[in-house]
């Protein structure tokens, strides 16, 4: 039975971190609540960080999970602009890095979510070389954003993903020239494959973005300390004043793997392995959010997701288990962009070589359909482009794992709810 005299601690501060506080104490628990962050600002949502806040269309407080206020109202003790870099398993202690401070805890969860991979070549010690993970990433490139806009200047853009297109798409509607560098074929090629990937291509180069696929950077070319070109694999230069590594994140598990907890390997997209309870291999200590490795039997496999809802709703279920309640994280993966006047919505998993078709529901050419990746007539994916209110319905027919008619799943005219009846 959990009690007043017990200690709960979190590292990380970001969503996954404070919607584990916020439920604790939620669900009663009275003992002490302390969270830890590496960062000085209050625990913040990312989405706003390429989307609206990065458009200026959205106000810095807006990204705050909770007023600085509710912390203290709610007794959870924070630590901002502070580390632990030590975890005593066997003393059940972690250690602050600045000063060697010890606090003991019962329970430990692991929420330290993921950085972003760095550019291995020349020139990415030059002033105008960014990323975007943190605010305080975002407020910079805001900036650098609204300056290339106002001078007609030039960024480079390493990376279709999901950040490197919604960075794109800033850029553009600040007014900034875009070049995109993307080894793959088309943009997000590994997530929604070589189908759905097109409609993205041509959705930003109608909004004057420059593509180069099947490259790769090599080098930044700068001159006092400045970039003036970025150099790719067939030896040509694009002219930037400012290049954005987007290629991607890596899961933040130095403090867990120096504790000797599980970590899966790259091949199966690393983190902190833990089981449908969030639980580590150390029985007192969850993990949550990006850096977490869960099973998932929908799929039957393991995976590590570095979306939004993932940290919304994981945060929660790991505090729930902390407290001996019985849970099982079995959500289907969801995440959502905004790029220009495209709004998007995907739920499921079908990577490459898991599906045998995609069939589209409604007018792709137009932006506003459903696709869904399918595997001997059972959905796997589903993602909605400019189609609202069907979340829920997509996710029934993954969660649902029967065959479906796939002339009705195209046909628009058939309710997405009478498929999985």
Known sequence: MVDADQTFVIVGGGLAGAKAAETLRAEGFTGRVILISDERDHPYERPPLSKGYLLGKEERDSVFVHEPAWYAQNDIELHLGQFVDRIDRGGKTVRFGDDGTLVRYDKLLLVTGAEPRRLDIPGTDLAGVHHLRRLAHAERLKGVLSSLGRDNGHIVIAGAGWIGLEVAAAAREYGAEVTV??????????????????????????????????????????????????????????PAHDVLAAIGAAPRVGLAEAAGLEIADRAHGGGIVVDERLRTSDPDIYAAGDVANFPLALFDTRMRVEHWANALNGGPAAARAMLGQDVTYDRVPYFFTDQYDLG????????????????????????????FWVKEGRVLAGMNVNVWDVTEQIQKLIRAKAQVDTEALADPHVPLDSLTS
Do not use: C, N
Not at 205 to 223: A, D, K, S, W, Y
């Open 344 to 371: 998007m919505e995907y739920s499921g998993w079908a990577p490459a070589g898991s599906y045998d078709q995609v069939v589209i529901r409604g007018d792709a050419g137009k932006r506003e359909f459903i696709a």
């Open 181 to 238: 560098i993307e080894p793959a074929p088309t943009p997000l090629h590994g997530v929604l494959g070589p189908e759905l990937g097109g409609v993205f291509a041509e959705l930003h180069r109608e909004h004057g973005v420059r593509f180069h696929f099947g490259r790769q950077l090599t080098e930044i070319v700068g001159q006092d300390g400045m970039v003036l070109a970025a150099r790719t694999d067939d030896g040509e230069e694009h």
